[in-house]
């Protein structure tokens, strides 16, 4: 996107930010306590939200979203939450009822993370950028990122992820813009 900021871009006349809070505030199945988006720039637009900001202090500007994972989790940690539903903003086609979802399969498996994953023809594709994540995970998060990690999903799955398994049909549900022509849809 040629550096822009993806959560302040237009599609169907809407910021994306503001259409992947729409989804989370419309999420079915469960009560979503304290929402907050973990931003670097533009910080006075994503103020007019009314929403708490999470930046990256500057030990850990520049290392990408575990960076934001680890704020969102001791933001959580100091609200009293155990859980933290990370989204990204450039995806947002959110099925409605993925929080419950993530929430029903971690209650089933006592994993530490649950990431929705698409069976796709080659695969199993993991979007760990959606993320259902207990704050126990900060410490392994923090130790990733001292040690100069920064995949995500590998991180996630060192520390125990399991997926939601979902459908080919879900795909779209996940598709993120990451070039101008994306926006077009």
Same mark, same amino acid.
């Given at each position: #996107?040629?550096?822009? *900021? ?12 503001? +259409? /992947? $809070?729409?989804? %989370?505030? !419309? ?9 907050? %988006? !973990? ?18 202090? *500057?030990?850990?500007?520049? +290392?990408?979203?575990?960076?934001? #994972?680890?704020? &969102? $989790? ?9 859980? /933290?539903? #990370?989204? !990204?903003? *450039? &995806?947002? &086609? %959110?099925? =409605? ?12 498996? +006592? ?8 069976? @796709? ?16 995970? @900060?410490? =392994?998060?923090?130790?990733? %990122? ?5 995949? /995500?999903?590998?991180?996630? +799955? ?6 939601? @398994? ?8 996940? &598709?993120?813009?990451?070039?101008? @022509? *994306?926006?077009?849809?």
């Amino acid at each position: #996107m040629g550096g822009a *900021d993806k959560g302040l871009l237009t599609w169907r006349g809407r910021p994306l930010v503001d +259409q /992947v $809070l729409e989804r %989370l505030r !419309s999420q079915t199945g469960v009560h979503i306590a304290a929402t907050a %988006l !973990s931003v670097n720039r533009h910080l006075d637009d994503y103020r007019s939200r009314g929403l708490p900001l999470l930046t990256d202090p *500057d030990t850990l500007r520049g +290392q990408g979203p575990l960076a934001g #994972m680890l704020q &969102a $989790l001791a933001f959580a940690r100091g609200q009293g939450l155990d859980w /933290v539903w #990370m989204l !990204s903003c *450039d &995806a947002p &086609a %959110l099925p =409605p009822d993925l929080a419950g979802r993530l929430c029903e399969r971690q209650r089933a498996t +006592q994993a530490p993370a649950v990431l929705p994953a698409v069976q @796709e023809p080659e695969g199993l594709r993991w979007h760990p950028a959606h993320a259902l994540l207990h704050v126990d995970l @900060e410490g =392994p998060i923090r130790r990733a %990122l001292e040690n100069g990690q920064r995949r /995500v999903l590998q991180v996630l +799955q060192q520390a125990g992820a399991v997926a939601l @398994e979902l459908p080919a049909d879900a795909a779209p549900a996940f &598709a993120n813009f990451n070039r101008p @022509e *994306d926006l077009a849809g």
